[in-house]
Structures are given as structure tokens and as C-alpha cells.
T-cell receptor, first 111, second 113 residues
Framework: AQSVTQLGSHVSVSEGALVLLRCNYSSSVPPYLFWYVQYPNQGLQLLLKYTSAATLVKGINGFEAEFKKSETSFHLTKPSAHMSDAAEYFCAVSGGFKTIFGAGTRLFVKA | DGGITQSPKYLFRKEGQNVTLSCEQN?????MYWYRQDPGQGLRLIYY???????QKGDIAEGYSVSREKKESFPLTVTSAQKNPTAFYLC????????????FGPGTRLLVL
């Protein structure tokens, strides 16, 4: 069985500060891991995807995530937050026919 | 431009009424999915289809029905048996079902009158 836990339903940072969104997963098979972003009243779009080729994955808009098997984590980071990063972020795991999504973390960016 | 379209953007349902949400894709993807999104609960899978004329129940299929008569289309019907239909509904597609990136439509918000 697979599952995803996102720590913190809300995260608030100041503009220019580090963004860190936490994700832990559980999977009985080697996982494919994803981060998606959702802006208000829109669908989800892919930020980045881990496929076992490299543990540090770079995505769009300056985001990156590091796969740590020993910690079963796939945390999302960005060195410097921008106002346009305010959105909801979903971590997801896929090891077969279904993709399991976390509950989401809403990122607030303060000016 | 390739993508996924969903219509309508907002839909109102009366008690005892069935309503149908449209989802169309021109990405030539084999797999399509319907998710329900409620605040604080992430996305929950309603139905998915790996190929035309075939579909499987997801985690919360009760009160919903789908069809997949064409590769491009995967409509979702919310039946009167669904007692709490108010939610944001998202359609997605992927090349195949295993471990592939899913591409999402803009969503339909269903409200009950």
C-alpha cells in the first residue's frame, strides 16, 4: 500500500525567504514521486517528478526536491520565495495504476 | 494547443437531479481520471479509465457513474444517490496509468441548490 503525508496544512514565509514544504511517503515498491501546484480555482500542474534517475530533482519556477530513501522523504524547497509562489502544493506517489495525493500544503507569501 | 477542457466551470444541482460533467482531451492519452477535491482532503479518486470502453472504480465511486465511448471524452455523472456532491471536480489524463505524469483540466465546481 502507498501513502503520502504532508506535514503542515499551511506554511507562511516572507518574500525572499526559503520555502520548505515537507512530504513523507510510504511505498512497498520503488516509488515515483511528484510535486504538483494548484492556483486558486484551477487544476493541478506538475512542478517536478522523481523517477530514480537522480535524487535531487529540479523543477519549474526554481523549485527542487530531494529524494531521501532512508528518511522516506521528498521535501520541496525554493531558495527565495516570490509572491507568485502563493498556491497549494500537493505531494503524490505512484507505484502502480493509481497515484495517491497528499492532503496539500497551502503556501502563503508575505510582502 | 493540446490540453484538457472541463465544462461547465460552475454547475448547480437540485435535490434528486442527476448532472453530468464534461471532460475532453486532445493529448491522445489513453488513461483518464476523475477526482473529487474537498478542502483539507486533497484529491480522492472517483473513477479511472485505462482505455476506451473500459473503466474502474476508484476510492469513492458510490453515487457516481462514467462512460468512455471515445478516447477523447470521459464524462462523469453525479447521480441523486450522491448525498453530498458539493465539491470541486478535477479531470486528468496521462499517457498510461502506471507512474505517469497526470495532466489536469481546470475543474468544475458543483454546488447544490
Amino acid at each position: 500500500a502507498q501513502s503520502v503525508t504532508q506535514l503542515g496544512s499551511h506554511v507562511s514565509v516572507s518574500e525572499g525567504a526559503l520555502v520548505l514544504l515537507r512530504c513523507n511517503y510510504s511505498s512497498s515498491v520503488p516509488p515515483y514521486l511528484f510535486w504538483y501546484v494548484q492556483y486558486p480555482n484551477q487544476g493541478l500542474q506538475l512542478l517536478l517528478k522523481y523517477t530514480s534517475a537522480a535524487t535531487l530533482v529540479k523543477g519549474i519556477n526554481g523549485f527542487e526536491a530531494e529524494f531521501k530513501k532512508s528518511e522516506t522523504s521528498f521535501h520541496l524547497t525554493k531558495p527565495s520565495a516570490h509572491m507568485s509562489d502563493a498556491a497549494e502544493y500537493f505531494c503524490a506517489v505512484s507505484g502502480g495504476f493509481k497515484t495517491i495525493f497528499g492532503a496539500g500544503t497551502r503556501l502563503f507569501v508575505k510582502a | 494547443d493540446g490540453g484538457i477542457t472541463q465544462s461547465p466551470k460552475y454547475l448547480f444541482r437540485k435535490e434528486g437531479q442527476n448532472v453530468t460533467l464534461s471532460c475532453e482531451q486532445n493529448l491522445n492519452h489513453d488513461a483518464m481520471y476523475w477526482y473529487r477535491q474537498d478542502p483539507g482532503q486533497g484529491l480522492r479518486l472517483i473513477y479511472y479509465s485505462q482505455i476506451v470502453n473500459d473503466f474502474q472504480k476508484g476510492d469513492i465511486a458510490e453515487g457516481y457513474s462514467v462512460s468512455r465511448e471515445k478516447k477523447e471524452s470521459f464524462p462523469l455523472t453525479v447521480t441523486s444517490a450522491q448525498k453530498n456532491p458539493t465539491a470541486f471536480y478535477l479531470c486528468a489524463s496521462s499517457i498510461g496509468t502506471e507512474q505517469e505524469t497526470q495532466y489536469f483540466g481546470p475543474g468544475t465546481r458543483l454546488l447544490v441548490l
